[in-house]
């Protein structure tokens, strides 16, 4: 098998992992480090050979840009206690902590080498932390304190995790540099995504056109990724202000054909990329193996500590960072989203997965420092790494479904269908509003009246039926039973009438182009 097939290996793997764990009740990211595992172990399976320095700029930003779509700039703003207590604050706390017992471990570790082992073992994987918590059913609030975490964790972890880099192959370190490095890395990041974000929403404006304005959504988080880090900035700060600006700005409500395709890739290529980063944090086992050779239980012990040490850290700085969280919220911060109980600070804590960015940092460790001399202990960093992403992602990904049960934490579904509740109330009347605005210029049949009155009081009924009394959702229903009747059979004339056009591709004298654009015609009236 070479590199191509076992990629292919891994494409098919990300598809079918979905179902598997939907079925299984297990996260789809988890089950594909184990499938990258198993495969590993297979003496026809190649190494894998993808250059350290390109796992984080080509697995990174379609996976950040992706789940960005699932949030917005207003919970952002809303939620920044939480996320600065979790994302910044805590990385700091676990990069430090992680280092003092690895130095202090691991024979021969500088305390830059460790501080580098701290910084790329700290952040949570946004990634991971988003498809197991998303499909558990956990309440909104900690689903988004999660994906807010994950998604600014990066950019502190990895500017410390460059510093210390810098500092161990240098062998020069100073404190002030350290700190104007963070902050000009922050702005420059910060200034590159908003300028790309606004081009891309003009150059969006030109291209009247869901395919290709699909096609720009794809490449401008590479291009702000590269851009940021070629001035020095954070590529992954710079992809989430791109992603953030563009959510905002870059939405028309009646492109409804846009709308779905995109949502439709996007979930294809958070699907295929994520498949494909887990599967190779699996293969790369065996490397990281092969590395220990003669030394696996002494290395095994340095690893069991420093997972205990991520693990346990999480846990004594949540405890306090809810409370603390809990005394500064107040009746003005409804929006905030904060752990409420101990049990959702327990869910949070067993949530804190590593994953990509982990292994990406990891493997681009250099192996030489600027004297000629190897990177004081690359290999046991490595190893280490690897103990703690394999225990966090693996044991805490498939135990958490289990502990969410016991605990019994779930999402607040009265809340939840109140506020579908509003938001379908709101929808009728804008659709009634706009149709007295059309009244007063326009002179309607009665008939015609009624009949759209009917169907704008419908557009809320159907998103939410507990707006209605009893007797208009009886009447609603009888006329969702007629309407079901009549789109069964306008189903069935459409499909005999796509069938006939698909047919006559087949045909002699038959353009393929022409058949394809009346059956695009088909599928579009169908889709409406």
């Known amino acids: 098998m070479d590199q191509l097939a076992l990629l292919f290996v891994l ?46 700029p080509l697995v990174l930003p379609p996976l950040l840009y992706a789940s960005v779509q699932r949030t917005s700039w207003r919970q952002f703003a809303a939620n920044v ?40 073992v700290a952040p949570p994987d946004p990634v991971a932390a988003t498809a197991v918590a998303g499909s558990l059913g956990l309440p909104r609030r900690l689903v988004s304190i999660l994906e807010g975490e994950g998604l600014f964790n990066d950019v502190t972890a990895i500017v410390l995790y460059h510093v210390a880099i810098a500092a161990a192959v240098s062998g020069d370190f100073s404190w002030p540099d350290a700190v104007g490095e963070l902050v000009l890395s922050a702005v420059v990041a910060v200034v590159v995504g908003l300028v790309l974000g606004w081009a891309a929403n003009k150059l969006m ?68 990329v994520t498949g494909i980063a887990f599967g190779l944090i699996g293969l790369e086992l065996h490397n990281v193996f092969g590395t220990a050779t003669g030394r696996v239980g002494e290395m095994a012990g340095w690893g069991a500590i420093v997972v205990g040490v991520v693990i346990g850290v999480r846990l004594v700085w949540l405890l306090p960072a809810t409370w603390l969280a809990k005394r500064l919220h107040t009746r003005r911060d409804y929006d905030e989203e904060i752990p409420t109980t101990w049990r959702e600070t327990i869910v949070m804590w067993w949530a804190g997965m590593r994953g990509v960015a982990s292994v990406a940092l990891a493997l681009a460790i250099p192996f030489r420092t600027d004297d000629g001399s190897a990177f004081p202990a690359r290999d046991e960093i490595v190893f280490v790494a690897f103990c703690v992403i394999m225990v966090t992602l693996v044991l805490q990904g498939l135990t958490l479904p289990s502990l969410v049960r016991r605990l019994g934490v779930q999402a607040d579904t009265d809340a939840e269908r109140a506020l579908e509740r509003e938001l379908a109330i709101r929808a009728a009347k804008a659709a009634k509003r706009r149709l007295r605005e059309i009244e007063d210029v326009e002179e309607l049949p009665e ?11 419908d557009v809320g009924a159907r998103i939410s039926p507990d707006m209605v009394d009893e007797e208009r959702r009886e009447a609603y229903a009888k006329r969702v039973e007629r309407l079901r009747t009549i789109q069964r059979i306008q189903r069935e004339m459409m499909s005999a009438a796509r069938h006939e056009v698909l047919s006559a591709r087949s045909e002699a004298g038959a353009d393929p182009e022409i058949v394809d654009r009346v059956l695009r015609q088909l599928d579009v009236r169908s889709l409406r």
């Open 11 to 56: 494409l098919l793997g990300a598809v079918v992992t979905v179902p598997v764990g939907d079925r299984l009740g297990l996260p789809a990211p988890v089950l594909m480090t184990l499938l990258g595992g198993v495969l590993a172990l297979l003496p026809f399976v190649p190494n894998v050979a993808v250059p350290p320095d390109f796992i984080l």
């Open 81 to 120: 206690r939480p996320i600065l207590l979790l994302a910044v604050a805590l990385v700091f706390v676990t990069t430090a902590a992680v280092a003092a017992v690895a130095h202090a471990i691991v024979p021969g570790l500088p305390i830059a080498a460790a501080v580098a082992l701290g910084a790329l």
């Open 205 to 272: 404006g030109l291209l009247d056109d869901a395919t290709l304005q699909i096609g720009l959504t794809l490449l401008v988080p590479f291009v702000g990724y590269v851009l940021a880090e070629e001035f020095g900035g954070s590529g992954v700060l710079a992809v989430l202000t791109l992603a953030l600006f563009l959510a905002e700005h870059a939405v028309d409500a009646d492109d409804v054909q846009g709308r779905l395709a995109g949502a439709t890739f996007w979930q294809i290529v958070d699907t295929l």
């Open 447 to 457: 008939e015609v009246m009624e009949q759209l009155l009917r169907r704008a009081y």
